[in-house]
Structure formats: C-alpha cells, structure tokens
C-alpha cells in the first residue's frame, strides 16, 4: 500500500504525526511490510510545523500519481479555499482509483474539490458550521468519528485522525492487523461513540429579570422532578401557548429542548465527577430510570453513560451492571 501524505507550512507535527504513527507501525510489527508512506508538498524540499520545527525530505506533487491512498491530514486554520494545482491533483486520483481521505480540518481541502457533494462528511465540530457555509452540498453528520465512502474519507478532530487510519488499516488489512498496531500505540482499536460527546454545548439562557429568567433559575433547581409545559408555564403566569412562543423567543430552544439538554448535562456531570450508579444519576438529573437515562444519552452523544464515564471521569468509577 502506498500513501501519499500531504504537508504544509504551519501543519502541526501531531496532524502530521498520527498517520506516519499508524501506518510506521505497520511495516515497524511485520504487518504488511510492502506499505510505504511519502509526505509530500506543493514542491519538494522542506516546511516548517506551526511548533516552529522543520520537516525536510519532502516530495514533490508526483507521490499523488504513485500513491494509492492521498490524505490531506489536516488545513490552516484560517480554512483558505484550496488551490487549483491540488485540487485538480487530488480529483486526478480520485478518477484513477486512489482513495482521498481528509483528517480533521483537511475535510475542507477534500470538500472544495467536489469529491463530496451529496454525500455525508466531518470534521472537528467547532468547524462544521463553516464547513456547512462554504459547502452547502455536502451533508454534516457531527455524531461519528469518521465516515468512509469506500472512495472518499473524512474524520473529526484532532486525535479521530488516529481511529481513522487505524479503520484504514483494518479495511485494508483485517481486525486483527488493526487490533494490534493499537495495542502497540496502547491506544483503543475503536473507540465508542462519536465526536458529539466532546462538543462544549452551547448555554440557551435568558437574560435579564423577566419572567422566563425566572422559571429557568426555578426549574435548574428541580431537574429531579416532572418538568411538564404547564408545570412551567403556571410558574411564569403565562397560558402554555404564550410561554412557548416567549421561550423561544427569549433562549432560542423549546421548553422540552432546554430541559433534556440540562438533564443531560447534569447527568454528564455526575458521570464524570461522582461514583453514583447510573439509576441514582438518572433519578438525580430527572431521566426516572436507567433505561430512560440510557437511550436519550446514546441519541444525543453516541455513546452509553458507563461508556461515556470511562472516558471523561476525573476519577475511577465503578462500572455500573445496569449499563448494558
């Protein structure tokens, strides 16, 4: 397998790193020891990482005809439109067989070559939006940590370019090829769940003394309890259909929206601070059981709550047998 790795001046050596990592500790175990990687550039000769370190031996644009496998890991952070001479190499590739793949940021380098119109895609969620913005024929999913085409790949943030290439080990090579290289990086073969997980959600508040305010501040204080419309509305003095429309108006959610995201936030900061059971952390946030608490924290995050505690709890907890 040939690789063709693209770098640029003010990659950082992580975004250049995981691939070379992956891919290195394949022929490094004996795995495959045919595959090879090029990093190449705009022209051959040396960049320089955005920690300030030179990287040399760099190759010229040909390692895109040579390769079977193009990946742009990663793309300046000021998200400029690619140019014509990579964009017209990379669609080269891609009509002759060779698969694309853009890992984090570089999921914008793969989208303005066309490579992915009509059809689903990511990248690190602080970016989607503008990836959505610029183009529009592309569809987002934010939940997943990658998402392969069988022709065309891209991947979420930062360290998901690790899952990444480990999938395209284990596409090219089997599970246990895959499983391995990740034993060797002591890093998981896959990891549950998708980027939503580790997405800061955004605070719907309303400001000032009105009565919306109020019945915010009122209900955070009583997310274990039945939180219905009307339980609200009678609170704000307002008919249910009132109340609504001024909800709305005043956080920019529903009622029922705002509430689930403060449970699950509460739940989420249970799991990760608290050694409770996941049925006491359901009970305390409002979700009434276990199974309740279970399915709306998989719809939201990917990922069960015993899942999601392993990865984010400050510190060792329990695993929890409801939790299946």
């Excluded at 955005?50 to 890991?73: C, L, M, Q, T």
């Excluded at 890093?187 to 955004?202: L, N, S």
């Excluded at 009622?255 to 699950?264: G, I, S, T």
Aim: hydrophobic share 45%; proline share 5%; aromatic share 6%.
């Amino acid at each position: 397998m040939r690789i063709a790795l693209y770098a640029f001046d003010g990659i950082t050596m992580f975004h250049l790193a995981a691939p070379l990592m992956v891919f290195g500790e394949v022929t490094r175990l004996g795995l495959a020891p045919d595959w090879e990687t090029r990093v190449w550039s705009d022209t051959a000769g040396s960049i320089r990482t955005e920690e300030g370190f030179p990287v040399s031996e760099i190759v010229d644009p040909s390692a895109v005809d040579w390769a079977d496998i193009v990946i742009v890991p990663s793309w300046p952070e000021s998200l400029p439109p690619i140019g014509s001479e990579l964009s017209a190499a990379l669609r080269g590739a891609h009509r002759r067989g060779a698969e694309i793949a853009g890992l984090c940021l570089g999921s914008f380098a793969i989208a303005d070559t066309g490579l992915l119109a009509g059809r689903p895609a990511v990248t690190h969620w602080t970016k989607m939006s503008e990836l959505r913005e610029r183009n529009s024929q592309v569809g987002l999913d934010e939940s997943v940590l990658y998402i392969d085409h069988g022709d065309v790949m891209t991947s979420a943030g930062t360290a998901s370019s690790i899952d990444s290439c480990l999938h395209i080990v284990r596409k090219h090579l089997g599970s246990a090829a895959a499983t391995r290289v990740a034993r060797s990086l002591v890093v998981a073969p896959h990891r549950d769940g998708g980027q939503a997980q580790y997405i800061e959600r955004p605070v719907t508040e309303a400001s000032g003394e009105t009565a919306i305010a109020d019945v915010l501040s009122w209900a955070l204080e009583r997310l274990d309890e039945p939180l219905p419309i009307e339980r609200l509305a009678e609170r704000a003095r307002m008919s249910r259909r009132s109340f609504i429309r001024q909800f709305q108006l005043e956080t920019g959610a529903t009622p029922a929206r705002w509430v689930l995201d403060k449970r699950l936030d509460e739940a989420r900061s249970l799991l990760e601070t608290t050694d409770q059971s996941v049925e006491t952390i359901a009970t305390a946030s409002g979700f009434g059981s276990a199974v309740t608490l279970r399915q709306n924290f998989r719809a939201s995050f990917a990922v069960t709550p015993t899942a999601y505690r392993r990865q984010f709890a400050v510190g060792t907890a329990p695993m929890d047998v409801v939790d299946r």
